[in-house]
Nanobody, 127 residues
Framework: QVQLVESGGGFVQAGGSLKLSCQAS??????????TGWFRQAPGKEREFLVA????????LYAESVKGRFTISRDNAKNTIFLQMNSLKPEDTAVYYC??????????????????WGQGTQVTVSS
């Protein structure tokens, strides 16, 4: 069992930066067995994949829409993953979620393969 809690959302002007956090809890061995990802959902739109990476390390998988602007990282000691978001645009406004899955890399973009989700944190980018 894995529990995820996001934080760090807020208001920012276009061109600014925010860093989101997602703290995972549960059995440490179980946590390391998972891939963690970030998604977002804007009003009236489907949930969108942003980035994912195995908790144990390895190459991250980024959506083209955020590649070069967003970066995933982790602090193993704190069981926390981060999403550094730079050069934010008004169209980045959404609720941001972290999630966990044990699916293979080829499925990481699919919402349905993620078993655990956080409650979400709102990011609003003003123009």
């Amino acid at each position: 069992q894995v529990q995820l809690v996001e934080s760090g959302g807020g208001f920012v002007q276009a061109g600014g930066s925010l860093k989101l956090s997602c703290q995972a809890s549960g059995d440490t061995f179980t946590t390391y067995a998972y891939t963690t990802g970030w998604f977002r959902q804007a009003p009236g739109k489907e949930r969108e994949f942003l980035v994912a990476r195995r908790w144990s390390g390895g190459e991250a998988l980024y959506a083209e829409s955020v590649k070069g602007r967003f970066t995933i990282s982790r602090d193993n000691a704190k069981n926390t993953i981060f999403l550094q978001m730079n050069s934010l645009k008004p169209e980045d406004t959404a609720v941001y979620y972290c999630a966990a899955t044990r699916a293979v890399r080829s499925s990481w973009r699919e919402v349905g393969v993620y078993n655990y989700w956080g409650q979400g944190t709102q990011v609003t980018v003003s123009s």
